[in-house]
């Protein structure tokens, strides 16, 4: 069996909320280790949303999330609980979903007001008979293509540490690729016996990843692919294993795990800014909600400032400095 995984972020240019960076990690015979896995699993789910019934909608998240459109969270939340059904995992609220894909988070959650003991039951915007049921044909679709989800991982970076590695490394993208390093290792440490294969998003402009590559997988063979305008590829060896990582432009296009990375790290986004709207509505009457880039952020700021002293111990913990 082969072990494809995919890597992608949500949130790494807005001034509110958390940086959300995942892997999502799947196992498929060894002839499909170069089939698009859409097809694979036929109907059973497409890069866009479908009126046939019992289709997934796995894409691109900026495609399937807008927020300003009823249900916005509809796709994002079908799509990853329904995939995380099929290995026997249901989260019935955010710190469940956050106990299986980053367990790290709830702990760092203690030290912010909006996000200290705070929580959002799941589904919000599905019913779990949905989830069920695409959660079945999905998993029918599976075992029939021989495709199993191994793990989907998340990183979840609240806006203090994001502050703190940022000052630390003086270099914003520095702190991308550390995140993404993080879920590397943890990948490469972790994932099944097979080929590995790991697609990761594109860091900006980015097209050598070699050296920063060997801080990380120290005392390892490399040997690049190719580096082109539109990827990035690299054999590292000498762990036991070889792998081959990726780094791409619109990989959630054309990978499925990339994709699915997208969507898990976006909805965890998002749930993460319910709760950060939620706590500052209650305490500024008519205050309108942000999804947290910059010009809004900055009204939104604007909007709680007589509020924040009675409650932030640190703005460094609410505004990020980048």
Excluded at 44 to 56: D, F, H, I, N
Excluded at 240 to 258: S, T
Excluded at 312 to 322: A, G, K, Q
């Amino acid at each position: 069996m082969a072990v494809l995984a995919g890597i992608d972020e949500a949130g790494f240019g807005p001034l509110l909320g958390p940086l959300v960076v995942s892997a999502a990690v799947v196992r498929v015979p060894d002839e499909a280790a170069e089939a698009d896995l859409w097809r694979l699993l036929g109907g059973a789910v497409a890069r866009k949303p479908r009126k046939r019934a019992g289709t997934l909608a796995i894409g691109d998240s900026k495609k399937l999330y807008h927020r300003q459109k009823p249900n916005a969270l509809e796709h994002l939340e079908r799509g990853v609980l329904a995939m995380l059904a099929t290995s026997g995992v249901r989260a019935g609220s955010l710190r469940e979903l956050l106990g299986v894909l980053c367990p790290a988070a709830e702990a760092a959650m203690s030290d912010y007001p909006w996000y200290a003991d705070a929580d959002v039951p799941l589904p919000q915007a599905v019913s779990t008979t949905d989830v069920a049921l695409a959660a079945n044909a999905l998993g029918a679709a599976m075992k029939k293509a021989g495709v199993e989800l191994v793990e989907l991982r998340s990183e979840v970076v609240l806006a203090g540490e994001f502050n703190r590695i940022v000052r630390a490394t003086d270099n914003k993208a520095s702190l991308l690729f550390h995140v993404n390093s993080r879920l590397l290792m943890h990948v490469c440490k972790d994932a099944p016996p097979g080929m590995l294969r790991i697609y990761a998003d594109r860091h900006g402009g980015r097209v050598h990843y070699r050296a920063p590559l060997q801080r990380v997988f120290g005392g390892c063979g490399f040997r690049i692919l190719d580096e082109t305008a539109e990827w990035s590829g690299y054999r590292i060896t000498g762990r036991q294993r070889a792998v081959d990582l990726y780094f791409g432009v619109e990989f959630d296009k054309h990978h499925l795990p990339v994709a699915l990375a997208s969507m898990a790290s976006k909805y965890l986004r998002e749930l993460f800014l319910v709760l950060l709207n939620r706590f500052w509505a209650q305490r500024v009457p008519g205050l309108a909600s942000t999804a947290g880039y910059y010009t809004d952020g900055r009204r939104f700021l604007a909007d709680i400032a007589q509020a924040i002293p009675a409650v932030v111990p640190d703005l460094d913990l609410l505004e990020r400095s980048r």
